[in-house]
């Protein structure tokens, strides 16, 4: 996804708390002159980002705690800072806090599976996309949707995903006569609903379903891509990208900078790093 999550606030005093500071955002300098790159994400969301208690992997520090973030924004993020000269420091916030810590200049940008939405455009800058998000579904292996070949084969599936993303708001409406349940607070809960027996399918991402296989192997990925029965999303809700405070053009032009020399081979090689380290893996 990643992860088109829908939030509520208001845009006059978020973009009056913006104004006051600069376009540099958050960056500082450290003890020994090196430039400072804060970058928040939720720590929370495997393969995406998450929390552990050591360095192992690459594991980057979160800034004011005892532990550490490491996954595919991290691998990012780690990457930007290397290729640009910065020391980098990961600060974990609420999904709810992560624009509006852009938009007032407390962090220097958002490496956290935002899709690049015409919503967000109008209050933060984005990067080109650093991944491209599939909508793909989840069901038993051994259930009564594992032969699913299109949206047609799910009609009457009682499913559920996370609430305030495409996954639940755009695609389960998707479904002929779907029995659609309550939306789960975060990924690991639908996951459990899925693997309880309590829902039929969920609806996710490439990355969190083939995070979601290795933890459960009893777990089936349906993929539609490619047939005239997949679900209907734009451009805009799969495209994963950076966000940074408006009009800070030599952050952006610099993380851009460094995407423009990785490929799609590199990204997916990427994740399935972080899928094979993921806490829920192992």
């Known amino acids: 996804m990643r992860k088109n999550k829908m939030w509520k606030m208001t845009t006059a005093s978020l973009a009056a708390a913006a104004m006051v500071c600069t376009a540099l955002g958050a ?38 705690s005892n532990d550490y973030a490491y996954g595919y924004d991290v691998m990012i993020a780690k990457k930007i800072a290397d290729e640009l000269g910065y020391e980098l420091q990961i600060v974990k916030l609420d999904w709810d806090s992560l624009v509006p810590a852009v938009m007032s200049g407390t962090v220097d940008c958002v490496i956290a599976g935002q899709s690049i939405t015409s919503e ?22 051994d259930g009564d949707y594992a032969d699913a070949a299109g949206l047609a084969d799910l009609e009457g599936a009682t499913c559920t995903s996370q609430l305030g993303t ?11 006569d779907a029995n659609i349940q309550p939306a789960q607070e975060s990924a690991p809960a639908m996951l459990v609903a899925l693997e309880s027996g309590r829902t039929d399918l969920i609806v996710t991402d490439m990355p969190t379903a083939m995070a979601a296989c290795v933890a459960y192997p009893d777990l089936k990925l349906l993929d539609f891509s ?3 029965d997949d679900f209907e999303v734009s451009e805009e809700e799969i495209n994963i990208g950076i966000s940074v405070q408006k009009g800070n053009t030599e952050l952006l032009d610099g993380i851009n900078s460094v995407l423009s020399e990785m490929t799609t081979d590199d990204y997916n090689a990427m994740m399935d790093d972080a899928i094979a380290v993921q806490p829920l893996s192992e």
């Open 120 to 141: 967000r455009l109008q209050m933060v800058d984005f990067s080109e996309p650093y991944y491209y998000a599939s909508v793909v579904g989840l069901v038993k292996g």
């Open 166 to 176: 495409i996954w639940y708001d755009v695609c389960l409406p998707q479904i002929k």
């Open 226 to 228: 490619g047939t005239d």
């Open 27 to 64: 960056q500082t300098v450290s003890a020994d002159d090196t430039k400072v790159l804060k970058v928040a994400m939720e720590c929370g969301y495997a393969p995406y980002n998450w929390t552990q208690s050591d360095d192992s992997n690459g594991a980057v520090p979160i800034a004011d």
